[in-house]
């Protein structure tokens, strides 16, 4: 257990990796529009995480006010995303990203 | 200047004014100006006679030449050469005055003749017009001294006996007889011209004392051949002008022309001309370039005697009878019986006249009647032709006391002499022939004056056919046809006849009508010394040398003959001995005395051919002992082959004419199809490959762009499949990209 | 708190966090996912507070778990009410995304590790750092946090712009 | 004097611009008047020229220009061409021994050209404005000695003909016009390049630049050695030599790239026949004279027996196809064809009597073979046909015609006394005296007898005999009883009228005079050959 003690830079990354890779996976594959938005917030807190763990490893308020915008934003987007979501709703009668190829023309 | 050269140039003037005056005026004076033609001729003669006079007879001196000259063009101070000029100029010596007083006699009596003969012809004047214009022409031969103006003078003979033979131009036959004329005249004249070439070429001078300076100072510089050939070339001048074998073809189809012309120009002048020519440039002849003369001359005369054997044209005898005697001429020169030929030259050309005058008497009297066959006892209609043509008929048979035998005989003994030195064989064959044509001479004309006139009129046998189409190109003279009433010619055409004839008796040349050497003639016109130097020229030109190789040769020849001393010795001797012929040469010196030796036998043997010629007339045509007409039968091969003159005609027409006009067609061929074709070829190929560019751009370059588009258009049908409008599929496509670029990135890590 | 007291909890959200975030990946039910993801949040959460910046967790858990999240269920719930069909999802190109997911992963950890100039430096964040946050948002960030202020505003009058209902007619126009 | 002489037919033309079209005669009168006065021009250049000076080139030490004579000379174009250096055009004429005889010659075949094209008809305005055009281009050519200013005026003449031959021209016009031009175009694209080469390899002693003076051109001491034409460029200087050449053979014209002239000649109007034939052609053999031997002395050398060869071709060759003409100006064009391969022969033999018998026969041809085709034009007007068996016995019904006829053909097969006969002769005889071409001209002289070959067949069959079944005219019997001849709608005299003889007598006195008397001519160009020749000679090189 001794190696495991010492937790450094490279655990968080490599949560944050995780994280990464299943937003991504849920991005890539998943038809609902909704879980499409929750991988995408996913990705959003991986990238939060690295922020903030370079931030502290390296002593810099960067990271910091960084993660903070991007929490903002995600917030933001949250809200446009839904309101989006919605209105494909409403026109397609779907929230189903896989019936929705009008972009195909 | 001296005065007789001022003649000269006046006597070589009058005729060309005379044709200046007739061909712009004749329509405007009175008689067509035929006195104007008449007149300045006899003034001209009568000049001529003035220098005939003061040479001949006042001043009789072997080596007489006066000579003058001017420049005609200056081309400055050429290149390489210095100052250059041509110069034309006069020399008189013995040779051009006899020449000057015959041509203009003969003019003059042909001039007279033809106010007889040509009177009521529709272009009257302008025939005494170009009988100027040829006395002119022939006058500038004489009087020349140098090769340009000689050659100059040449041509304009050849063009006046154009003008002259094709006089009745309206008939196809005249037509054609003029252009072959002057076109055979002109083969002869490009060998000429190249003669001239070649020896200009060497001494950039025409003069010919510049040239036989030149010569016998060996400055030479080509090779002897060339020189052989430069003689040769300047030769075959003379065998068209003189109508030696092969160019004799245009000579008697000449015969169309007007009578008095055939005498003036197809006897007398223009013929001699190329003999006389030879003579001119006898000195710079080859022994080589003498031989092929000689034997060309020889043949010829053996050819023309066996081809007016069976003619039936009373002119075309006499034509044929002219070859003949052009041939002894030229057989003279090359032989080296330069006096002889001379001599026959000048006693030729008044009895032929006086016999072409005679036969278009004639003709005159037949009415344009030109057969033989349908002529006959005019001896009683026509006592004055009768007489003068007999005689001119004896001096053209060679028969003693005629001043034909003297000529001929002069020359059939150089011959056997030439024979003799030459050593034999072979060249015997020339005096061979020479003996063989004079007993064919006498047999022929001996035939001609039997059928004339003696027997009875054959008028009536004529046919009809053949009658009228005779005269349809005489329009003029239709009108007296129906008569056929035969009677003398008037005095102005017998005038002439007399004149001739009397001219043609020995006495006027030699007090021994034996022999001709005797006489002023022969004694005035000497072989000159050859100029063709030892440098170039293997036979020896001085005594000194008399020991080169050919000399050598020729001994036991002479040594054969009976002749004691060294041929130096003996051409040495024979010159101290008759105070006259001193050859520089010893082969002529040879030649000479030979000639003399044989002088004897020559005359023996031709009198006996002539005699035997004449009796074999005789048999024949007099007391009919072999019928001619069954005789020809006979031998109809021989016959044809005469008769149809050797088939000449047939064989230039195959080859020469037939070639060169099968070729022009091939040439305009070639040029319209091939090379125009080529032309065409290629504007066809531009045109073609602006089509092609055109193609090319429309399908190729085009087609590039819509290939791409094609392709483009391909391409995106496919890649439309990846287009599933669907975001996450493109997500996966764009990891998939940044995977590989990872797996890329990690991969140059690797390495 | 000792070190491994300190590491046991760390990983212990840790798997939390992955745990919970698979499960909002992988579950075929939305409503899952969508509660799932609320434990993924609070174990983000959860992480940010060993990376000493517990303002920002706070944050964390007020703006995502507060409000994303119930924006997220709201929604669920929004669109399925309606189309009453059955609250899970599909899923397509599952083996790209598998592979994708594998290499993607791979790839940044190889990275991660591998790569040895990441090396925390001495000066790190220690304790609280709240009060710097608001040092750094007055001074340095003024403007990004404006900016964002404006774009919060933006988002929120958009989104409930685009959202609101529409007559049918006008919609079709 | 000499820009005068050049540009009085432009003068004229350009009053004839003024001049509505409707008044024919004054527009006609007009040209004649330029033309006269051209010749007056050419009487006094004639007379004021100083035969002893030999022109050609400047020697060393003597004046820039060279003993040129009337020489005028101005800048004309200077342009800065930056890294290239200038251009410098100038405005440079003179004349020769060589060009004053073309000067001549080109004064009196214009004049007759006028007179003869008296009977045109169709736009007369548009055909003597191009007609002066052309004539002002021709004297401009003889008298240029700047290489582009002769290119500009060899150029400029080009187009005039063009219109001239596919206008006025006949049947088949278009393709001969099309075909000249074409042919022509394609020698002249050559002669561009080349004097582009030879521009930049040639500086002027005077000045030091570039220049395209041919003066400066002809001395091979002011070639920079290593430039592209220079003399150590030998192989350069052998094609720039063999494209200049076929530039003016195409003019010549040289076989094979004669077939133009046939064409060109059969569907041109007499006039224009008179002036391509008369001075024209003269153009290609003047130009090798004056360009193309001088600049390429030792090229010039080592083709000698190339030029030679092509010239006997020309000879009999051209006789030959002559000789299987039906169309009687086809013969003629052909004849030219055969007598310019005299003019190539003097050339290539290289020497005095060779040049001088060159020169002399381009004189001769231009006079005598204008003559030819007036005189092809009088019973082409008659007749409407040129068929030489659709005659037959004319002789007896147009003796003056005949006449003028039979001199004009006797003067083309080279007569004596008839000056045709000089030049011929002086050719063989330079020909002859060259070892180069010795054997060409034993070959050639095969020319004089087919030349006389076809001249009078031609002559037979047109004038002697009688009138042929088919033959162009109808035969009548006249008020007085004798026969006459008749051509179908032909209203003008039978035999020459004036304006016909007015044209052809001059030319027939001038042809006997210089046959008998040749040292005007001549004269004028005896100094300036031999200096041609020692400059074109082995050892004038370097």
Known sequence: MEHLIPIGLNHYLTISAFLFGFGLFAVMTRKNAIVILMGVELILNAANINFLAFSKYNGGMGGVMFSLFIIVIAAAEAAIALAIVINIFKIFKSVDVSSIDTMKE | MHSLIQLSIVVLLLPLLSFVILIFFNRRLPRRGDFVGVGILGSAFAISAYIFWSVIVQTYDPAFRIAWDFTWIDLGNVHGIGPLQVRMGIVIDNLTAIMLAMVTLISLLVHLYSTGYMAGDKNYGRYFAFLGIFTFSMLGIVLSDNLFSIYIFWELVGLSSYLLIGFFFEKQSAADAQKKAFLVNRVGDIGMWLGILILYSQFHTFSFEQIYANLAAGKFAMSNAWLTAAGLLLFMGCVGKSAQFPLHIWLPDAMEGPTPVSALIHAATMVAAGVYFVARIFVLLTPDALHVIAFIGAFTAFMAATIAITQNDIKRVLAYSTVSQLGYMVLGLGVGAYSAALFHLVTHAFFKACLFLGSGAIIHAMHHEQDMRWMGGLRKNMPWTFATFTLATLALAGLPLTSGFMSKDAILAGAIGFAQVEGGGVFYLIPALGFFSAMLTAFYMGRQIWLVFFGESRTHLKPVDNHHHGHDAHGAHDDHHDAHEVHEVSWNMRAPLVILAALSIFFVYSPNPLDGAEGWFMKMIKTPATVVGPANHNCATTLVKAASPLMAEALPAVAAHGATDSPAVAGGEHATAKGEHAFADPRQAEIAHAAHAAHFPAIYISSIMVLVGISLAGVVFVFKIIDPDKTAQAIRPLYLFSLNKWYWDEIYEATFIKGSVVLSKMLSWFDTNVIDGMVNGVAFLVRKLAFANNSFDKYVVDGFVNFTAFSVNTTGAVLRKLQTGKVQTYVVMLLLVVFGYFVFYFTRLLY | MSNLTYTIIFYLFAVITLCSAAFVVFSKNVIYSAFSLLFTFFGVAALYVFLSADFIAVTQVVVYVGGILVLLLFGVMFTKSIMNTEMQTDVLHIVPGTLILAGIIGALLYTFYTTHTWMPSNKQLYGSIVERIGYETMSHFVLPFEMVSILLLAALIGAAFLARFDKPDKTKS | ?542
């Open chain 4, 1 to 542: 004097m000499l820009s005068l002489i050049v540009f009085l037919p432009i003068i004229a033309g350009l009053v004839i611009l003024a001049v509505p079209s409707s008044q024919k005669q004054i527009i006609r009168i007009v040209s004649l008047l330029a033309a006269l006065a051209q010749g007056v021009l050419a009487v006094l250049i004639w007379r004021g020229y100083d035969p002893s000076l030999p022109g050609i080139t400047a020697g060393p030490g003597g004046s820039p220009l060279g003993s040129f004579q009337f020489v005028e000379k101005l800048p004309w174009i200077s342009l800065k061409l930056g890294g290239l250096g200038s251009l410098n055009i100038e405005y440079f004429l003179g004349v020769d021994g060589i060009s004053v005889t073309m000067v001549i010659l080109t004064a009196l075949v214009s004049a007759i050209g006028v007179l003869s094209s008296w009977t045109i008809q169709k736009q007369v305005k548009g055909y003597f404005i191009l007609y002066n055009l052309l004539a002002s281009a021709m004297m401009g050519c003889f008298v240029a000695l700047d290489f582009f200013l002769f290119y500009v005026f060899w150029e400029l003449m080009l187009l005039p003909m063009y219109f001239l031959i596919g206008i006025w021209g006949g049947p088949n016009r278009e393709y001969a016009a099309i075909k000249f031009f074409l042919y022509t175009l394609f020698g002249s694209v050559f002669m561009l390049l080349v004097m582009i080469g030879l521009y930049f390899s040639v500086i002027d002693p005077v000045t030091g630049n570039h220049t395209f003076s041919l003066v400066a051109m002809a001395n091979q001491a002011n070639y920079i050695k290593s430039a592209i034409l220079g003399p150590d460029n030998v192989m350069w200087r052998y094609v720039a030599f063999s494209v200049l050449f076929v530039g003016f053979a195409i003019k010549v014209p040289m076989f094979p790239f004669h077939t133009w002239l046939p064409d060109a000649h059969v569907e041109a109007p007499t006039p224009i026949s008179v002036i391509l034939a008369g001075v024209l052609l003269k153009l290609g053999t003047y130009g090798m004279m004056r360009i193309n031997f001088p600049l390429f002395p030792e090229v010039f050398h080592a083709s000698l027996y190339v030029i030679g060869i092509f010239g006997a071709i020309n000879i009999i060759y051209g006789a030959f196809c002559a000789l299987a003409q039906q169309d009687l100006k086809k013969m003629v064009a052909y004849s030219s064809i055969s007598h310019m391969g005299y003019v190539l022969l003097g050339l290539a033999a290289g020497n005095t009597e060779g040049m001088v018998g060159a020169l002399y026969q381009m004189f001769n041809h231009g006079t005598i073979t204008a003559m030819l085709f007036l005189l092809v034009g009088v019973i082409y007007d008659r007749a409407h046909t040129r068929q030489i068996d659709k005659f037959g016995g004319l002789a007896s019904y147009m003796p003056v015609y005949a006449a003028f006829v039979t001199v004009a053909w006797f003067a083309s097969l080279g007569l004596p006394g008839l000056s045709g006969f000089i030049s011929e002769a002086f050719v063989f005889v330079g020909a002859f005296s060259s070892v180069t071409t010795r054997y060409i001209a034993m070959v050639s002289v095969l020319g004089i007898v087919f030349g006389a070959a076809y001249l009078l067949w031609s002559l037979q069959r047109m004038f002697l005999g009688q009138r042929k079944q088919d033959a162009a005219y109808d035969l009548v019997v006249g008020d007085d009883g004798h026969e006459h001849i008749h051509f179908h709608d032909w209203k003008g005299k039978l035999d020459l009228d004036g304006r016909e003889l007015t044209m052809l007598v001059p030319l027939l006195v001038i042809t006997i005079f210089l046959g008998i008397y040749p040292m005007p001519i001549l004269g004028l160009i005896t100094t300036s050959v031999n200096k041609l020749v020692e400059v074109l000679s082995p050892l004038a090189m370097r």
